[in-house]
Nanobody, 118 residues
Framework: QVQLVESGGGLVQAGGSLRLSCAASGRTFSVMGWFRQAPGKEREFIADTNWSGGITHYVDSLKGRFTISRDNNAKTTVYLQMNSLKPEDTAVYYC????????????WGQGTQVTVSS
């Protein structure tokens, strides 16, 4: 059974940085990604990375400010480094793991709140 636990969210001033972590357990040999959902908006894809961390994809609007990475050893932790944060980055951030059976992000963490004050 796959479990994903995010951490690292919080309150930060505009222009600041945060690093989110997602610890995975279970069958984790798959793509992992980060998504976010702001109040009243649909969930948005941010980035994903393959099992080794060598291949990454980003939504164009966040490329350059956000960086996804995977720990070098067990590959069970994924990070999201967020720089130059803006109030519009305020959202609940989720990590997810893609099922090797369905090819979709079927496993989700509980989310961590990021609030950026102006």
């Amino acid at each position: 059974q796959v479990q994903l636990v995010e951490s690292g969210g919080g309150l930060v001033q505009a222009g600041g940085s945060l690093r989110l972590s997602c610890a995975a357990s279970g069958r984790t040999f798959s793509v992992m990604g980060w998504f976010r959902q702001a109040p009243g908006k649909e969930r948005e894809f941010i980035a994903d990375t393959n099992w080794s961390g060598g291949i990454t994809h980003y939504v164009d609007s966040l490329k350059g400010r956000f960086t996804i990475s995977r720990d070098n050893n067990a590959k069970t932790t994924v990070y999201l480094q967020m720089n130059s944060l803006k109030p519009e980055d305020t959202a609940v951030y989720y990590c997810a793991l893609r099922s090797t059976v369905t090819g979709t992000f079927d496993y989700w963490g509980q989310g961590t709140q990021v609030t950026v004050s102006s």
